[in-house]
C-alpha cells in the first residue's frame, strides 16, 4: 500500500471492503463523516483504516472478488462509510471505475451535501441507486442529533426522486425519531411519490451500539405502530435492519472482510454478535 503522503489529497481511509458469501456483492467502506450523531454506532465515524485511491480501492475489489467468486462482474457494489459524499472528485472517480467490474452501484449517505449537480455527475459516473439516511424531519431535532440542519438533505430527497432508484432510511429511536417523526417522514415522502413508490425503511435503534445513552431499544410493538404509520400514506414501507440486502438467510452463510493489504477474515452473525458483546462491555467500564 502506498504511504499516505503518497496519496495526498487524492485518498480516502479505508479500514476493509466486505464481499457477500450469498451473492457477488461487495460493501466499501469509506471512513470518516462531518456528522456528529449522538446514536452513531458505525466505527468509521472517524478517518480509520489505510489512506486509499480511488484506484487501489477498485484494484483490492476486482482481486478479492476474483479470487472469491466464480462470476465477473459483481452483481452490485455498495458504497458507504462514514461518509462516501465528502470528496466529490474522489467519489466520482471511484464509481468511473467501478462501473467497469460492477452491474448496480449503491450509495449509502446522509445527503447532505447531494445537490442535483453533485448527483447528475454520480449518475453519470455510474450510480445506480441511492440510500439516504434520513435522520429526524424536524430541523430542530435534527441539528441536535447530528449537528446540521436537514433543510438541505429534504431538498436533496425531493430532488432525487424520479431521476435514481431512492431509498429513505429512518431509525426509529424511542421518545426521539418515533412516531410523530415517522409520520411526518412519510408524508413528505408521500408528497413526492407520484410514479414509483419510494423505498422506506425503518431500522430499529441500538441502543447497545449508541455512542450516547440517549434511549432505549424499541419494543416490536413500536416498530410494528411506526409501519402502521408509514403504510398508511407510502406504498413501500418496510421494517428492516441497516442490512436489510442480506436479511433473508435460513443458510448459515457470513460476509469475508478483506482489508487494504489483501489479507482476509470470515464473519458470520454470530461473530458481529460477540464483537458487539465486546464493545457492550468496553463501553460498561469505559475502556
Ligand atoms: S452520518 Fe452515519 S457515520 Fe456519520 S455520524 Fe451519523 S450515523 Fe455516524
Given at each position: 500500500m502506498s504511504a499516505p503522503e503518497q496519496c495526498g489529497k487524492s485518498c480516502r481511509h479505508v479500514p476493509f471492503i466486505t464481499l457477500s458469501e450469498r451473492k457477488p456483492r461487495v460493501w466499501i467502506t469509506l471512513s470518516g463523516c462531518n456528522f456528529r450523531c449522538r446514536g452513531c454506532f458505525s466505527f468509521a465515524r472517524e478517518p480509520i483504516g489505510e489512506p486509499m485511491t480511488a484506484k487501489q480501492v477498485v484494484a483490492l475489489v476486482k482481486n478479492a472478488a476474483r479470487d472469491y467468486y466464480d462470476?465477473?462482474?459483481?452483481e452490485e457494489a455498495v458504497i458507504t462509510g462514514g461518509e462516501p459524499t465528502l470528496d466529490r472528485e474522489y467519489l466520482v472517480a471511484l464509481l468511473a471505475q467501478l462501473k467497469e467490474v460492477v452491474c448496480e452501484i449503491v450509495l449509502d449517505t446522509h445527503?447532505?451535501?447531494?445537490d442535483d449537480a453533485y448527483l447528475q455527475e454520480l449518475i453519470e459516473a455510474g450510480v445506480t441507486e441511492v440510500m439516504f439516511d434520513l435522520k429526524a424531519f424536524d430541523e430542530q431535532l435534527h441539528e441536535w442529533y447530528t449537528g446540521y440542519s436537514n433543510l438541505r438533505i429534504l431538498e436533496n430527497i425531493r430532488n432525487a426522486y424520479g431521476k435514481v432508484k431512492l431509498v429513505v432510511n429512518t431509525v426509529y429511536i424511542p421518545g426521539i425519531v418515533d412516531d410523530r417523526e415517522i409520520g411526518r417522514i412519510a408524508e413528505f415522502l408521500a408528497t413526492l411519490e407520484t410514479g414509483e413508490p419510494i423505498d422506506f425503511r425503518i431500522n430499529r435503534f441500538r441502543a447497545e451500539l449508541s455512542r450516547e445513552p440517549i434511549a432505549r431499544n424499541p419494543s416490536p410493538e413500536e416498530i410494528s405502530r411506526a409501519y402502521a404509520i408509514a403504510v398508511r400514506v407510502l406504498s413501500n414501507p418496510v421494517i428492516g435492519k441497516?442490512?436489510?440486502?442480506?436479511?433473508?438467510?435460513?443458510?448459515k452463510r457470513g460476509w469475508i472482510t478483506v482489508f487494504p493489504d489483501g489479507t482476509t477474515k470470515r464473519r458470520t452473525r454470530d461473530t458481529y454478535r460477540a464483537e458487539n458483546a465486546t464493545l457492550r462491555f468496553r463501553k460498561l467500564f469505559d475502556l
Open positions: 462470476d465477473m462482474p459483481l445527503g447532505y451535501f447531494l441497516s442490512c436489510v440486502r442480506e436479511r433473508v438467510t435460513g443458510e
